[in-house]
């Protein structure tokens, strides 16, 4: 094996693990989408299996530094990220639905968030 079919299979193997990004969920014989509402998701698609909901980091121009958490939570505003597990059932991949302001901002196909 030649060195560069050594490192297709590498790249071919690294990517089998890697979450697929979508732009719908089909639930139901209906679909939701990036820009849906968090409303339209649970009408849709019904409670999740999982839920998430954290802050996400603030960072600050001109280096995007992070900025310590005591300092961030009285300075900058407040940014809500809620993540939602769907299990689809056997056969099918689980789907991971980001909120950002009850919006939806991702849907992801493949394992939960670590």
Same mark, same amino acid.
């Given at each position: 094996?030649?060195t560069? !079919?050594? *490192?297709?299979?590498?790249?071919?193997i690294?990517?089998l693990?890697?979450?697929?990004?979508? !732009?719908s969920?089909r639930c139901?014989?209906?679909s939701?989408?990036?820009?849906?509402?968090r409303l339209?998701v649970?009408?849709?698609?019904? !409670?999740p299996? *999982?839920?998430?909901s954290y802050c996400a980091p603030?960072?600050?121009?001109p280096? *995007?530094? *992070?900025v310590?958490?005591?300092?961030a939570?009285?300075?900058?505003?407040?940014l809500?990220?809620? !993540?939602?597990?769907?299990?689809?059932?056997?056969?099918q991949?689980?789907?991971t639905?980001?909120l950002q302001?009850?919006?939806?901002q991702?849907?992801?196909?493949g394992q939960?968030?670590?």
């Amino acid at each position: 094996m030649t060195t560069v !079919e050594r *490192l297709g299979a590498v790249i071919v193997i690294a990517t089998l693990n890697c979450p697929v990004h979508a !732009e719908s969920l089909r639930c139901n014989g209906r679909s939701t989408s990036v820009g849906d509402s968090r409303l339209t998701v649970l009408r849709i698609c019904g !409670e999740p299996t *999982l839920k998430d909901s954290y802050c996400a980091p603030a960072y600050v121009r001109p280096n *995007l530094q *992070l900025v310590p958490q005591p300092f961030a939570g009285c300075a900058l505003p407040h940014l809500q990220v809620d !993540e939602w597990l769907y299990d689809r059932g056997p056969g099918q991949l689980s789907a991971t639905v980001r909120l950002q302001y009850g919006i939806v901002q991702s849907i992801t196909y493949g394992q939960p968030p670590q």
